[in-house]
């Protein structure tokens, strides 16, 4: 319980941190993106790549372009609010599997992060699919829920969203464990208490930046 809270406590200021500098403007915002950034590199990714210096080559792809690409849709008014889904999405994935996993997760997901269990996606697959869904309806795409009225093409944008969201986030999550596992850490950093550093905050934002950015005229005639 104790641990929650304080998970609870940091999620909040972190929230409030990204909201109100997103609702000041993109030029905050961008601001904010790059000192997080050179946080990442300076602080944290030095010592994920202490035991292998050619870790250095990721830099470009991960956490470099993702950060890129948040700025460029943080800069194009059309395409802003995307970011409101991407961090909304991502951060409910990892909230419902860490609710679900701490309470029933039996099964390990896998060897590279010892707490992870495939109860614990399936919280996260669950909570991002009611997420998706209530973003479906407030924007307009899905605005019943009467199954006579749809062609199951909707609910395919719907059921294609949440497990894309969901691969992505697991794929993050994993792939920073590797990156922690082979240094010998447990958190990127102790930044955000309850969370570890932002890279182990930001993991699933990274990976999921790419699809957000790539399909962004898709997404924004989804959700907006």
Same mark, same amino acid.
């Given at each position: ?21 997103? *609702? ?22 030095? &010592?994920?790549? &202490? ?42 994935? /990892? ?10 997760? &039996?099964? &390990? ?39 006579? /009225? *749809?062609?199951?093409? /909707? ?17 993050? /999550? ?51």
């Amino acid at each position: 319980m104790i641990n929650f809270l304080t998970r609870l406590r940091t999620a909040l200021i972190y929230g409030a941190l990204l909201v109100s500098s997103f *609702y000041l403007g993109p030029i905050y915002f961008s601001g904010l993106v790059v000192i997080g950034l050179s946080y990442i590199l300076i602080c944290e990714f030095p &010592k994920i790549i &202490k035991n292998n210096s050619l870790l250095w080559l990721l830099v470009p792809i991960y956490p470099v372009l993702p950060a890129i690409l948040i700025i460029l849709l943080n800069q194009d008014l059309n395409y802003r609010n995307l970011l409101i889904y991407l961090f909304i999405f991502t951060s409910v994935f /990892d909230t419902g599997a860490y609710l679900v996993g701490r309470r029933f997760g &039996k099964r &390990k997901l896998s060897p590279l992060s010892p707490q992870k269990t495939w109860e614990g996606v399936a919280g996260g697959v669950c909570f991002t699919l009611v997420a998706v869904l209530l973003s479906l309806w407030r924007s307009g795409y899905l605005s019943s829920l009467d199954l006579e /009225d *749809y062609n199951w093409e /909707d609910f395919g944008w719907l059921a294609g969203l949440t497990l894309v969201i969901s691969v992505l986030c697991v794929i993050g /999550d994993l792939f920073e464990s590797w990156l922690k596992r082979q240094a010998n850490l447990k958190d990127s950093s102790n930044l955000l208490p309850g969370h570890g550093g932002l890279l182990d905050r930001l993991d699933t934002v990274f990976f999921s930046t790419y699809f957000f950015y790539i399909f962004r005229i898709q997404l924004v005639k989804l959700l907006s």
